[in-house]
């Protein structure tokens, strides 16, 4: 799949397809396409991921996009200020996605699941919630961020703290947990509220400059 991303405030994607190609994009990442282009809404994982996705608000179905003819192509964005990061499963592995930064997959294998927080306390305070996206297999994978990206790559044991709402994607093998701000005066006046998002590596992490605010629903719920 050859692939171009554009614009500097509110980036989209052009995505080329071959005979035979497809991809999947997040419900409402759809802004245009050639007329040769078949689409339809799928669930990735059958019955038991639709059930896993209902919960955790990213929306039941994605949008599949496939086509059997020759110079086609498709302009996909998440309908929110941001940018576009590439996440190469070979190279970087699966990828771990917070509530409306998947915007797109394809490749070979591709397996799309909704996974249950490993710690109890990341599941309940992490921000994040307690269901979270997890692509892998061989492909790529485009996050989307609220504003600019930070990309950080943690050693083994390398810890980083994110405040909440500022996570976008991040290695499978990361793991996640909750660690509290401390102080009464930190809890009431910082903004903080009262946990932050710990990670410890090794593996990749992608944070974005705007917080998304998890208690409202977005209109790119991938």
């Not at 990309?151 to 994110?162: D, F, I, P, S, T």
């Not at 102080?183 to 009262?194: A, D």
Request: proline share 3%; glycine share 14%.
């Amino acid at each position: 799949m050859r692939y171009s991303i554009s614009g500097e405030i509110a980036q989209s994607v052009r995505l080329e397809f071959e005979p035979g190609e497809f991809v999947w994009c997040s419900k409402g990442g759809l802004m245009a396409l050639t007329p040769g282009i078949q689409w339809n809404l799928r669930v990735p994982g059958g019955l038991g991921g639709a059930v896993r996705r209902s919960l955790s608000g990213e929306g039941v179905a994605l949008t599949y996009l496939q086509t059997e003819s020759e110079s086609q192509h498709a302009l996909l964005a998440a309908n929110a200020p941001g940018h576009l990061e590439v996440w190469d499963l070979e190279n970087d592995g699966p990828v771990t996605t917070t509530r409306g930064s998947f915007l797109c997959a394809w490749g070979d294998d591709l397996d799309i699941t909704v996974t249950v927080a490993r710690r109890a306390g990341a599941a309940l305070f992490g921000g994040a919630g307690l269901f979270l996206q997890t692509v892998s297999g061989k492909g790529t994978v485009l996050v989307h961020a609220s504003g600019d990206f930070s990309e950080h790559r943690l050693a083994a044991q390398e810890q980083m703290l994110v405040s909440t709402g500022n996570l976008a994607a991040f290695s499978s093998d990361v793991d996640y947990d909750i660690q509290g701000v401390g102080g009464c005066r930190k809890i009431l006046f910082s903004g903080e509220g009262l946990f932050m998002t710990r990670l410890s590596g090794p593996g990749r992490v992608l944070l974005q400059t705007l917080k998304r605010q998890f208690g409202t629903t977005t209109t790119n719920a991938g």
